[in-house]
C-alpha cells in the first residue's frame, strides 16, 4: 500500500473515531438528561407520598446546565432530610446514575439553602449532615448537580457503524483503483504505429509526442495509415485518392495536396520524418 493511501486511510479512521466519539457523547448525553428527569420525578413522587399528598403536582424537571438540574412542585411539602437523602439514593441507584452529586434544597421565596448535603464515590467525602433535623411545611425546590459524570466512550454500535464506514471506504477504493488500473491497461494494449518520435493511433484519429496530443481528421488519418503500411516508398496519387476519396464518390481535385500540407505541418516537429512529393507520380513518407 502507497504511503498516500496509508495517510489516507489513517486520516479517515482519526475523522470517523471523533465523528462516533461526537455522536456516541451526544446520544450519551441525551439518554442521561432523560434519565435524570424521569428519576428525579420519581424522588418528588415519593416526597409527595411521605406528606402522604396524592394531589400535588410534580412540575416538569428543568435541565438548568449540563448535570445541573432543578426539581419543583406546585404545592408546599414538608420532610426529614433522612428520608429525602434516602428516596434520592433509591432512586438514582435504580436509573443507574452516577454515585457523585450534591443536592441543594431551596426555599422558593428567596432562594436560599434550606438543607444540602454531598455524595460522592469516596465515603470520606460523603457530607450528610442535620440528618434528623425536621424541614416545616413550605414551598421548596430541589437542585441537583451531578459532581462527576462517567466517561462516554464509543459504545458497540458506533464502533461497528465506524468500521463498517472503514471497509465501504476500502471497498470502493479497491473498485476504482481496479477499475482505473483497468482503464489504464486498456490504453496500454490500444495499438500504435511509431512514426519517428510520434506515436499514431489510428483508430483514435490521434498523434501523440511525448504528453501532447494532436488530433487528426478522418482523411488525415487515413492517409497517414497508408503512409505508416508503406514507409520509405511512393504511393501514387490515384492509389491515394481511390483509397481515401473516390470509395466515398467524393473527391476535389486539390483534396489530397490540402491534406498532405496539414499532415506536413502536424508532424513538421520530428525531422526525421518528410512527406516527399515525387513529382508527377505521388507521395513518400521518409523515415531517418
Known amino acids: ?164 464506514l472503514v471497509i465501504l471506504f476500502i471497498i470502493l477504493d479497491f473498485f476504482y483503483t481496479s477499475k482505473k488500473q483497468g482503464i489504464k491497461q486498456e490504453e496500454n494494449n490500444i495499438k500504435y504505429a511509431a512514426i519517428g518520435s510520434f506515436q499514431f493511433y489510428p483508430e483514435q484519429n490521434k498523434l501523440v509526442k511525448a504528453a501532447t496530443e494532436i488530433s487528426l481528421s478522418k482523411k488525415e488519418c487515413e492517409l497517414l495509415a497508408i503512409f505508416v503500411a508503406n514507409p520509405n516508398q511512393v504511393i501514387k496519387r490515384d492509389e491515394l485518392t481511390k483509397r481515401v476519396w473516390e470509395d466515398n464518390g467524393v473527391f476535389v481535385g486539390r483534396s489530397l495536396d490540402t491534406y498532405i500540407s496539414k499532415l506536413r505541418k502536424k508532424l513538421k516537429d520530428d525531422d526525421s520524418i518528410k512527406l516527399t512529393n515525387v513529382h508527377g507520380v505521388g507521395y513518400k513518407l521518409e523515415l531517418n
Do not use: W
Open 1 to 164: 500500500m502507497s504511503k498516500k493511501k496509508v495517510y489516507l486511510y489513517s486520516s479517515l479512521i482519526i475523522i470517523l473515531f471523533f465523528l462516533g466519539l461526537f455522536l456516541s457523547s451526544r446520544e450519551n448525553n441525551e439518554g442521561f438528561t432523560e434519565t435524570v428527569k424521569v428519576a428525579l420525578r420519581e424522588v418528588g413522587h415519593q416526597l409527595l407520598l411521605t406528606n402522604k399528598d396524592t394531589k400535588s403536582l410534580i412540575l416538569p424537571v428543568e435541565e438548568l446546565k449540563p448535570s445541573e438540574f432543578l426539581l419543583s412542585f406546585n404545592n408546599s411539602l414538608s420532610f426529614e432530610p433522612i428520608s429525602l437523602v434516602s428516596i434520592i439514593q433509591d432512586s438514582f441507584q435504580k436509573s443507574k446514575l452516577p454515585n457523585s452529586y450534591r443536592v441543594e434544597v431551596l426555599q422558593c421565596i428567596d432562594g436560599e439553602v434550606a438543607y444540602s448535603y454531598i455524595v460522592t464515590v469516596d465515603e470520606e467525602s460523603t457530607i450528610i449532615p442535620c440528618l434528623g433535623r425536621f424541614l416545616p411545611n413550605s414551598c421548596y425546590t430541589i437542585k441537583v448537580k451531578f459532581i462527576k459524570r462517567t466517561s462516554s466512550y464509543l459504545n458497540l454500535q458506533t464502533i461497528l457503524y465506524i468500521i463498517g
